[in-house]
């Protein structure tokens, strides 16, 4: 109800705002422009946007083998995706900015439609046009979750002018991917199915460790009703089953292989349904948007990650979604001033069951010597009849949002000046349930079994204003080079901890037996509590400055920047044997960074070199443990690198293109006082086609020298643990136009 009076509000303002009278009268002969629909909601063109830009067209990502979004990595400077665990890990890290879990930090729109879920970011591609990627806070306009950025998809629409193209590869483990994009009057359609057979193995289980299967649809319909109206339905799904979590211990300075005895996979299923509708007015341009977002998933996890029956993990997910969007902006792109007003919201719900199983080496481990401890021999001991505890865990979590948000640009000549402004009303609430049961004897004492219950139930949530201003001034110094510079604010929403809840429970059971039991603990079992099951959001403050040049077969582009974070969001563990982890605000945090681009592509040949810098620190950190303060912040690479060169040779009426590019990344940390750190690594890759006609025959390869390497680092039981980089990669295709 509070979001439908809002919207009711702020319709009738906004439209009573940008109402505007044509100074001249002459309406009926007031020419209306091709209505062109964009994934870009700013009020001028990419070009002239005050921020870095980095755009990738659809013929660099089919050559390239781009299907996605960690293949984008190192191609955009400082993006940094690493690939590891399962589609639900998908995790963005770029200038400093970005954490393990929960919220991403870089905001993924496909044609106008917000993806709202991270759990829905990684999946495969087909009938991509282009990708952009506005890099650093872009909070004015895109709100929460928009603080590293956004990468924005524009799809294959009904109005473009394609044939129906088939695509089919195949190469290391048994790895098959088929895809395939056609136009049907006003319907674009496309699809993917991906399978691989994996390329780790799991030595406890002589098994693949990370197959995969998954089949992804979209169709996107598109009318224009004159030349004003136009409306656009995109539906998108995707359904997969997968293994994963190739993690293997680190152990006496030297990385096992990846060995462990339970069940582990994730399997998902994502819907999303948006509707686009544009009226192309005398003075304002209309553009509403509202999408329904679905996503079912469930994980399994061994999550001592050995060969020992400790504990297990399971997080099932149902998670609904709406937004709604609607903005205004002036139809006349010839004036000097262009304003754009908009209000957006969105509600969400999920429904998580999340239950940990304790098996019998865990209980013994850690409970029994635990609780064992603190008795004296000659009273006696603790003994658990159960084999396993589950703790069950169930969660309702629901989150709403509420955004009014207005930029307008200024036009002086050669001078665009650009200020924002945005309010955000946010809330969010969880409801927790949790339950542990289990069968007891305290040995001499007691002659049989008590059975003890541990309940633990209730409810936190918070209400916030977080208001973005964005002021920025951009230089046209010649009709190829413009300079500018931005002051933005960005934000992370906060949320809860949910995979903190067995630490929980395994205390309170503890205390609990020792209070069922008689006995006084002067100190007891102690772990995190409700309280710290909520975290604050996270902001950031950037200051950029940059240039871009585009001339002939030319592009370039600079960016400087200084970004101050406040309540950094981070992924700890408690210390000692803990069993969960948790995200806390670390304080505060800066990053300096340098990125640039730079394109030449005269005739047949073709380069890029993409690179950045970035020193990102903290500047207030003390876990009450440790200070932190000074050090880099963990899986935030120094440097990331990207550079190939191509060119294609025309022989009779066939075309030879050849391909080569190297990617790096690194030195990073992997933990916040720097023990564990990765080096500065570079991986080779190579492309080499045949394409004659209306067909195309290639190989291409990743990691072509077959370079070892670290992707992820983390803690489990006080056991430190690794990903692996993927081995050497050849796959051989077939591109059919029909």
Known sequence: MFLQTF?????TFLLSLLTFVSPSGDTLTHHIPDIIITAAKEPVSVGHLPSAVSSISQVSLQREGKYRP??????????????????????????????RMENPVMGLYIDGIPVLDKNAYDSDWEGINSVKVLRGPQGTLYGRNAMGGVLSLSTLSPTDDSDPVINVEYGTAGTVRAGASMILGNNALSATYRHTDGYFRNTFKNSSCDPYDGLSLRWRWERHYGERIMMSNLLMSCISREGGFAYGQWKNDTLRPVSYNDEAGYSRLSVIDGYRFRYHGYAVITDATASVQLLADDMLMDQDYTEHSIFTLQQRQLSGAGTMELSLRRADTDAAWQPMTG????????????????????????MLNNANSHIPTDIG??????????????FMIDTWNA??????????????????????????????????????????IMAADRELSVPYNGSVGHKRIEVIPKLSALFRASDAVIIYSTLSKGYRAG?????IFSDILQNMTMNALMEDLGVHLDRQFVSVSAGNTEYDPETAWNMEAGTRLHKGSVRASLATYCINVHNQQ????????????????????????VEAELGWNPGRFRSQLSWSWCDARFTRFNDGNSDYSGNRIPYVPEHTLYMSMGYSLAINDKTIDIDASLNGAGPFNWDESGTRREPFSIRANGRMALVSGRWEFYVRGENLTDKSGRSFYFKSMGNEFFASVKPRIIMTGITIKL
């Open 381 to 394: 001991y603790l003994t658990i009849s159960d084999n396993e505890i589950p703790v069950y865990s169930d």
């Open 343 to 366: 209000i957006f919201s969105f509600y969400k719900r999920n429904s998580m069951h999340a239950p940990v199983v304790f098996k019998r080496e865990g209980i013994e481990s850690l």
């Open 403 to 444: 955004a009014l948000f207005h930029e307008s640009v200024f036009d002086m000549e050669r001078w665009l000046f650009t200020a924002g402004l945005r309010m955000d009303f946010e809330g969010g609430n969880m409801d927790y349930d949790c339950m542990t049961r289990l069968l007891y004897r305290f040995v001499p």
């Open 570 to 593: 981070l992924t700890v563990f408690p210390p000692g044997m803990s069993t969960g982890r948790m995200m806390t605000n670390a304080g505060r945090s800066r990053s300096y960074g």
């Open 70 to 99: 960690n293949t984008l990595s190192q191609i955009i400077p400082g993006l940094h995706i690493p690939d590891y665990g399962a589609s639900l890990t998908s995790t963005i890290y770029m200038r400093g900015l970005g954490s």
């Open 495 to 499: 949320g809860f901890n949910t995979q």
């Open 7 to 11: 919207a009711s509000a702020m319709t």
